[in-house]
Nanobody
Framework: QVRLAESGGGSVQAGGSLRLSCAAS????????MGWFRQAPGKEREFVAA????????YYKDSVEGRFTISRDNTKNTMYLQMNSLKPEDTAVYYC??????????????WGQGTQVTVSS
């Protein structure tokens, strides 16, 4: 069974930082990639970042490149999203995902329940 549990969401002012964590079951960590998606109110869910099983390869949505960093600790079965220089447009529910690394931008196989991130101006 695949389990993904996000934590670390909250409210922050523009320019601030948050770090999201995703605790994953062993099976989730055997997929070729993991990632983060987000969904803002009234908008479609969108890809944010992906990381391969080794942690050596990553890619990002253009608007978060340079501000967000995805990483993973395979010894703890945990993935992270460090978010810096947050903007109000980053406000969304953030989802942890697992699936194909190369195909993550198009979608994921497994999804967590999501954690709310709110950035105020």
């Amino acid at each position: 069974q695949v389990r993904l549990a996000e934590s670390g969401g909250g409210s922050v002012q523009a320019g601030g930082s948050l770090r999201l964590s995703c605790a994953a079951s062993e099976r989730a960590f055997t997929t070729s990639g993991m990632g983060w998606f987000r969904q803002a109110p009234g908008k479609e869910r969108e890809f944010v970042a992906a990381i391969d099983w080794s942690g050596d390869n990553t890619y990002y949505k253009d608007s978060v490149e340079g501000r967000f960093t995805i990483s993973r600790d395979n010894t703890k079965n945990t993935m992270y999203l460090q978010m810096n220089s947050l903007k109000p447009e980053d406000t969304a529910v953030y989802y942890c995902t697992a699936g194909s690394f190369s195909g993550m931008r198009q979608g994921a196989v497994y999804w967590g329940q999501g954690t709310q991130v709110t950035v105020s101006s």
